[in-house]
């Protein structure tokens, strides 16, 4: 372990996996704040969990009363006269429903009661009204539903307002009717107490006192969507002023257990469970439910209130069932969006909390939650951070999406099958981010190598060799191959004398003014250097990539190089006193070209014969006097892109084959040397028809004609030679060099 984070520290991948960590420990803090974007995403994956992972199976308890269009169509437009109210509690009652609760809140006096009507009439029209033969009982609508309401299982909804504004409005009276749950509190040592964990209203909307006074509970219907406007939780208990309301869902509940206790479970957070009865209700810290849906509208019976009125309903429908008297109808808004529906019965909502409890199908969010929640971010985050650092590109995104794909289904899994949900979303974010950053350093840190590579190699290769690299990598081959190549050597003629004469310092310099524009010369015909031996240059076309034409880009360097060092000299006689003399040798061929050396230390290069032979050619043009001097293959690869001049048929050291050997130079030169190049090509064919004393005569002019006595001074040597002692028929001409 100990080496392995030695390694870690010396590796060059530490600046990214320093970056994943840190990155990952930001997230993490990002986790702690919350925001309210992440909220919105982390709600958006919980939707479609639960509606992947959702029971459509329910206790069957549960009914709803539908005051739905039908209902309204028949009996009129809501609200109904309180009368036709309680026929409709009484007849439920009396199929057997276990208990009622009336998702509405019924807050006014009934402005059809007789009793009112004659009031009304009175006070606005000064007229007496009586209601002959209208039984006592039917006088008074509200009266008569508190009758019904009295000693029986009905529950009256309620309305919390959380606004000061409304408070202030309706006066924040305290005494009206609402009913409190008898809570125990079971608090952990340094839990809030209830008031400071609990949602806490500042008002209610409440029922007519005489209707609340006659009701055997009442529960508040208040159910605030998260900020997306989704419904996904419900407060289950409310503080108003120091006492613990129930919800309308679970005071039902509650009568028709026929158990008013609730105990309520605090920890150091808040709010932990709720226990009624066996269950164990999980909550949030706010006492609020986490609604496990089972799905789209009418997954519940539903009965409608007309049906009921007239007696159409069965009543095996309502028997022991938990019945909620609501409405489905668009016009009287009471409808919710919920993960499965945009709209989706409110009252239907109290049904699916209660068959939560009734079936102990509850989705939970744990309290280990956010702690498993940030390490499984955090490993993400160290996976992905290991897997970018150190593995190659190809081998990144089959894991990645391994990754993601195992976050998806773990998640489903335990959502489905444990009931708890565990968030995927910030090791996603941090897989996400990781992956996305330190992606962008390895290609940025990868740029920045390759601008190195390339700023190195632009020393060795002509710029558009090296794009030709970059856009076609497939064309670059290091591993070594056979492959026809033109090769050059060119050398400085007595380079070591003439260094005698300088100081070190004035031989770097003068090095570095010779060889800089050689080398930007061959650089720039597509050449790649091979390297610098002392004064002496290597280069060779047509690797690492494919350079079509080499031969000819090739001459065409030594030409200029030749060129160039004319202009050359007049600044080193300025700056030195000195001038250089250069001979260059270019021969083309098959060759081995690719990284030659250990394992350990090797250099890309080439070797074989035709390298030898280009380095043997440039040897020979001190022997012959001339700057440059090409292979025959050369001069066929050409053709007449540059002008030539045969000079000998040789065979040099090392080969036994002869090979004629040529000065090249551009056509406007050759058009300035006319005269010697005819000359030199008359007196040569004399010399290889064996007459060697007009052969001798010929070169005698040249030598007067051009100076040049070292070529023409040699082939004078030959003549007198061969013709004192004439040859055999046999003879071929070659002259066969025994040195380099």
């Not at 509970?217 to 989704?230: E, K, S």
């Not at 670059?476 to 070190?504: C, H, N, Q, W, Y």
């Amino acid at each position: 372990m100990l080496k392995l984070f030695k390694r870690i520290l010396k590796s060059d991948k530490l600046p990214l996996l320093f970056t994943g960590v840190c990155t990952s420990l930001l997230l993490v803090a990002l986790y702690l704040l919350q925001p309210g974007i992440l909220r919105f995403l982390d709600d958006k994956i919980y939707d479609q969990q639960l509606r992947r992972q959702h029971s459509a199976k329910t206790s069957g308890v549960p009914v709803i009363v539908d005051i739905d269009e039908k209902s309204l169509a028949a009996m009129g437009q809501w609200p109904w006269p309180r009368y036709r109210v309680a026929l409709l509690l009484e007849k439920i009652h009396r199929a057997g429903a276990l208990a009622v609760g009336l998702d509405m809140v019924l807050a006014e006096p009934d402005r059809t009661s007789p009793v009112l009507l004659k009031r009304q009439l009175k006070r606005d029209l000064r007229v007496n009204v009586d209601f002959t033969g209208l039984p006592k009982a039917l006088e008074d609508h509200d009266v008569l539903l508190a009758n019904e309401l009295r000693g029986k299982p009905y529950v009256l909804g309620f309305f919390f307002s959380f606004s000061k504004a409304e408070a202030d409005q309706q006066g924040r009276a305290l005494d009206c009717g609402i009913k409190p749950a008898q809570v125990s509190v079971l608090a952990a040592p340094g839990a809030p107490v209830p008031e400071r964990t609990l949602h806490s209203a500042l008002s209610a909307v409440c029922p007519l006192p005489i209707l609340a006074d006659a009701a055997s509970a009442t529960g508040f219907f208040n159910a605030t969507p998260d900020p997306d406007g989704i419904l996904r939780r419900v407060a289950l208990l409310i503080n108003y002023h120091g006492k613990l309301y129930p919800s309308l869902a679970l005071a039902t509940l509650m009568q028709a257990a026929g158990d008013a206790n609730l105990l309520l479970k605090l920890d150091a957070l808040g709010a932990e469970s709720l226990r009624f009865g066996g269950s164990a209700i999980p909550v949030d810290r706010a006492g609020q439910l986490l609604v496990n849906y089972r799905g789209g509208p009418g997954m519940f019976r539903y009965v409608s209130a007309v049906d009921i009125l007239e007696g159409k309903a069965d009543p095996a429908l309502l028997n022991g069932k938990i019945v909620f008297i609501g409405t489905s109808a668009a016009g009287l808004r009471d409808l919710r969006a919920t993960p499965f529906s945009a709209a989706y019965p409110g009252v239907e909502v109290h049904a699916a909390i209660v068959d939560n409890i009734l079936t102990q199908d509850f989705i939970a969010i744990p309290g280990y939650a956010p702690a498993l929640e940030l390490a499984v971010a955090i490993l993400a985050g160290i996976a992905i951070t290991l897997l970018v650092c150190w593995a190659r590109a190809v081998w990144i995104v089959v894991p990645l999406a391994g990754m993601a794909l195992g976050l998806w289904e773990g998640t489903a899994y335990l959502l489905g099958h444990q009931r708890i949900y565990i968030s995927p979303l910030y090791a996603y974010i941090i897989l996400a981010a990781n992956f996305a950053l330190l992606t962008f350093l390895k290609f940025r840190r990868e740029e920045k190598q390759r601008r190195f590579i390339q700023g190195a190699f632009a020393h060795y290769l002509a710029p558009a060799v090296i794009a030709q690299i970059y856009e076609a990598p497939e064309s670059l081959s290091l591993r070594g191959e056979e492959k026809e190549i033109t090769v050059m050597f060119a050398d400085v003629r007595d380079f070591t004398g003439l260094s005698e004469t300088l100081s070190p310092t004035q031989v770097t310099d003068l090095l570095h003014d010779y060889l800089t524009p050689m080398t930007k010369i061959i650089t720039q015909d597509m050449g790649t250097l091979d390297k610098f031996i002392g004064d002496a240059i290597m280069a060779f076309w047509n690797a690492p990539v494919d350079v079509p034409g080499h031969q000819e880009k090739a001459l065409g360097s030594a030409v200029r190089m030749l060129a160039r060092l004319k202009t050359l000299n007049a600044d080193f006689q300025k700056k030195f006193g000195c001038a250089i003399r250069i001979g260059i040798g270019l021969h083309c061929g098959l060759v081995r070209v690719g990284n030659m050396g250990s394992a350990d230390l090797f250099d890309y290069t080439l070797i074989g014969d035709n390298v030898n032979l280009a380095s043997r050619l440039e040897g020979l043009t001190k022997h012959y006097g001339q700057t440059l001097i090409i292979s025959q293959a050369m001069r066929e690869a050409c053709g007449d892109a540059y002008a030539y001049m045969e000079l000998d048929a040789v065979c040099v050291k090392g080969k036994s084959k002869p090979l004629a050997i040529h000065t090249a130079m551009s056509h406007a030169e050759a058009a300035e040397r006319a005269e010697e190049i005819a000359g030199h090509e008359a007196a040569l064919a004399l010399y290889r028809a064996m007459r060697f004393e007009e052969a001798g005569q010929a070169f005698a002019r040249l030598k007067d004609l051009t100076g040049n006595a070292t070529l023409y001074g040699l082939y004078l040597e030959r003549c007198r030679a061969l013709a004192e002692h004439p040859p055999g028929k046999d003879w071929d001409g070659v002259c066969t060099h025994t040195s380099k």
